[in-house]
Nanobody, 121 residues
Framework: QVQLVESGGGLVQAGGSLRLSCAAS????????MGWFRQTPGKEREFVATISYSGSTTLYDDSVKGRFTISRDNAKNTVYLQMNSLKPDDTAVYYC??????????????WGQGTQVTVSS
């Protein structure tokens, strides 16, 4: 059974930074792409970033490109999301996910419980 546990969320002022971590259980971590999505109340879960199993390829939503960086450490079964220059519009629950490589939720088959990120203006 795969488990994904996010951490690192919190309250930050606009312009600040946060680093999210997602620790994954299971022996197939290094063979799967990983991703981050986010969701606000009343809206669908939206794509943020994804990284290939090797870490050599990444993909970002235009809204976070140049501000967020996704990375992974396969030795630690952990994926990270470094978020800089945060904006109030980045406020959401952020979810870690494991599976395929792409922008849609259907590409992924395991999800974490989410971590709240709140950016104050």
């Amino acid at each position: 059974q795969v488990q994904l546990v996010e951490s690192g969320g919190g309250l930050v002022q606009a312009g600040g930074s946060l680093r999210l971590s997602c620790a994954a259980s299971g022996r197939t971590f290094s063979r799967d792409a990983m991703g981050w999505f986010r969701q606000t109340p009343g809206k669908e879960r939206e794509f943020v970033a994804t990284i290939s199993y090797s870490g050599s390829t990444t993909l970002y939503d235009d809204s976070v490109k140049g501000r967020f960086t996704i990375s992974r450490d396969n030795a630690k079964n952990t994926v990270y999301l470094q978020m800089n220059s945060l904006k109030p519009d980045d406020t959401a629950v952020y979810y870690c996910t494991k599976g395929g490589f792409g922008r849609t939720t259907s590409k992924y088959d395991y999800w974490g419980q989410g971590t709240q990120v709140t950016v104050s203006s």
